[in-house]
């Protein structure tokens, strides 16, 4: 259990993503409804709009988007690896051309910081490099080295005791790098540690196996946290390996592309199958979507472009993901998780990839 100035969040915990203060289509009593207990929000884009004194200045992020329970927010240091065509790379820090209006925006430990404190998170996390996979071991080198830099100084840089840091072991799948990194951190000292890096272009099996070999490295009294992964299959490996938190994009993603995660199975909507359905979407989920619509009318929505489809997969997606970690934490409770692990792995549910295709 991980305790937090807006509410206690059991774990393993599943974070939706509401990059720019919201999750796309979602609103937050909907959200609620889901079984979610903490959301995520990104430094990146909430710095370039509305900016962070907007935020602080209309009650803080909690009041500004509407949602009472607990909030993490990324460093920024992720679109290091998604917008590296539109950054320049220093010790310094980052400068990214920013994608809304072009302007260069400079993000440092100390900026990133100062925007996730004004911000008022929960949960806060130092700055890092997250390269690529798979990378050079010089390239894996050189971004641990200005990972551990930077987590000096965002431990140095945070002012507000009342939130968490977490600092992020980088290495690929370099097994003596992310240890040396790891090692570094603890002598740092941070409230939580966080597993960056991964699901960045490394095989399934591959972060798997790592993850199995490593997670348990991770201080046994603090939160451990797998950022931006991934699948229900890769939530249950990582779990298995010690893993507390997750956030990821799949369950609303591919909810507005009409995809859904069921316990038979992926489900895409536009196939022509559906046309007459009047199945639920999934007869084993309690959501609002799967107790009130048909597959025949989500298909229509689809189908016709209306953005309610979208809502309503998502909607259910996000409930599938915390129906699977209550279960989750269920089985752990009882001492069955190994028996239920193996069960969901063989099952239709497990059969998904990282992102599925249009």
């Known amino acids: 259990m991980i305790h937090t100035p807006h509410g206690q969040i059991l774990t393993p915990a599943f974070m939706p993503v509401g990059t720019q203060a919201t999750v796309k289509g979602l609103t937050p009593p909907q959200i609620c409804e889901t079984g979610t207990q903490i959301l995520l929000a990104n430094t990146y884009h909430l710095l370039l709009r509305p900016g962070a004194e907007v935020v602080k200045q209309l009650g803080g992020l909690h009041r500004f988007m509407g949602w009472n329970g607990p909030i993490l927010t990324d460093s920024g240091g992720f679109q290091v690896f998604s917008l590296a065509r539109l950054r320049r790379l220093d010790d310094e820090g980052v400068e990214f051309q920013s994608h809304v209006d072009g302007a260069l925006v400079r993000l440092t430990p100390e900026v990133s910081i100062a925007v996730q404190n004004a911000l008022g998170a929960d949960i806060i996390m130092a700055f890092d490099e997250c390269p690529p996979l798979p990378a050079e071991p010089h390239v894996l080198y050189a971004a641990v080295r200005r990972t551990l830099a930077w987590a000096q100084r965002s431990r140095a840089a945070h002012q507000h005791a009342d939130q968490a840091l977490y600092g992020i072991v980088q290495g690929g799948l370099d097994q003596n790098l992310r240890q040396e990194c790891l090692g570094r951190l603890v002598e740092i000292g941070f409230e939580g540690y966080a597993l960056g890096g991964l699901s960045v272009g490394e095989p399934p099996p591959e972060m798997w196996q790592f993850l199995d070999d490593f997670a ?119 001492g069955t998780f190994d028996a239920f692990r193996r069960d969901f792995l063989t099952s239709p549910a497990a059969e998904a990839n990282r992102e599925l295709d249009d």
């Open 216 to 334: 348990w490295r991770l201080p046994s009294d603090r939160p451990r946290y797998l950022m931006g992964v991934g699948t229900p299959r890769d939530l249950l490996e990582a779990i298995a390996a010690g893993i507390d938190q997750f956030d990821c994009v799949l369950p609303t993603r591919n909810g507005r592309k009409g995809y859904a995660f069921t316990s038979r199975g992926v489900v895409r909507l536009r196939n022509s199958v559906h046309r007459l359905s009047a199945e639920p979407l999934d007869p084993a989920c309690d959501c609002q979507t799967c107790r009130n619509f048909s597959r025949g009318y989500l298909r229509h929505l689809f189908m016709s472009g209306e953005i309610l489809g979208g809502t309503l997969v998502s909607l259910h997606n996000i409930r599938f993901y915390q129906n699977v970690m209550a279960l989750t934490r269920a089985a752990i409770a009882d």
